[in-house]
């Protein structure tokens, strides 16, 4: 599934009375279940109105690389004189004129999602929200959201029928609405009406008939959020139950028994498990098995058991005995574990990297050409979401780095930090602005900026080159974002 999806909650409003209680909650919960089927996924929360629009035109220029585009919003939303808003954090609700200038009108959005040219545009809103407290309803306007034309190819979901106010709670951390897409959204083979069909009859339920949702559709074809066909890969040569890795169980043969005990996350059991492989009869262990060995040999490793980190350490030497004809499937696992998590689907950020400089190594080794092949394959469809992608032989990342220069005295003795302002990959700005609050950076060494970089990027240190407007040695304090975070690759 060619999938992007940006999902937006905010809660903490300016006003005590405007506060809301699950809002955030809902957007974190459901941005994961759609991570899970196979979306790709931004997720922005507690946005003010710069970074509300931010989102939203980011959203709109990613979108034109996707078949599929979904918007999600959870938090208030008004109508004026018959227009939809969705508001941030910072929306002043002081007058309707006020509101309109802070808040993002819904049909903007919809334009953006009609620019990119997505075959199904989907936008499901969890709006119309008061602060439950004094109100067990959700809405600003008295009206709630006003009816609104969806364009071909679209279908907009509302929390609520046209006029209606929405519960903030009534399903556990969250609302009625929002708690009800998460009941169904794995059903399987289930079309996308008959989806909404089964959460507006459980919305109505829950709420004892005073909250009914509300979708219009000029959807052509049918879309499922779940298809059955849920691993995020392509045309992998291996059992489903060790690409999808948390399907596994074991045979109770020798090698399964040592995969269980990897698996466990148990250091007790990983360590004497991990040691057997030393000595195990490797001709009788099939293709699929050897490849969800590797997978569970880094993440043992990662998790700090000293044999398996040995094993990574050395890996070219530890390998020669794993290959199967020309290919080394362990090796294919060690490198689609990095990327690819227990479901066999794109991790999207969280990549297993830290070991990744001993076993990119590798990639100027000409017998392990095949397996770098391999996850070159794997990872094409996701390349505008990586910027290094390994190969063999392998490239360098050219990136380039500016500083500012800040002055500060410390007991006395006049100090120099130097700020990080930019960070540019083929001549393309990828820093994400800072948030403009001091409190949100902090100070770092030169090696530890570096770290940073080479995490935040997935990239070998050693397959970096770097310029930059100031000579290394006088980069003794930066100051950098809290949360580094770097925009994906357009």
Sequence with gaps: MNALALVIGNAAYVQEKDKLINAVKDADDFAKKLVNLGFIVNKATDCNHEQFDREIRKFGEDLKKFDIGLFYFSGHGLQIKGINYLTAIDTNFADDISATHTSFPLDEIINYMQAAKPIIKILILDACRDNPLPSQYRGINQDGLAPIYAPKGSIIAFSTSPGEKAMDYGAGRNSIYTGSLLNHIDDINVPIEDFFKRVRTSVYTLSHGKQTSWEHTSLIGNFYFNSGQLVHSVDLPYKNEHIVDEL?????????????????????????????????????????????????????????????????????????????GGENHVLNGILFEIYFNSKGQFRQKDFKDSLIYDIFKLEKVERYKPSFDFIKSQLTPFHEYLYYIPSSPPTTLPIELQFDEEKFMREDVEKTAHRLISIKLHDVEILEPYSGNDYDTISVSYDQFREKLREVLCVPLNRLRLSMNIEEENLKMIYMPWEFKVNKMK
């Design 248 to 324: 596994f169980d074991s045979s109770g043969s020798e090698i399964d028994e040592i995969i269980r005990k990897l698996k466990s996350y148990d250091w007790y059991k990983q360590s004497p498990a991990i040691k057997k492989l030393a000595r195990i009869d490797k001709s009788s262990i099939d293709e699929s098995t050897r490849f969800l060995l590797g997978r569970n040999i880094l993440q043992t490793a990662v998790g700090g058991e000293f044999t398996a980190n040995s094993i990574i350490k050395n890996l070219d030497e530890w390998l020669k005995d794993w290959f199967t």
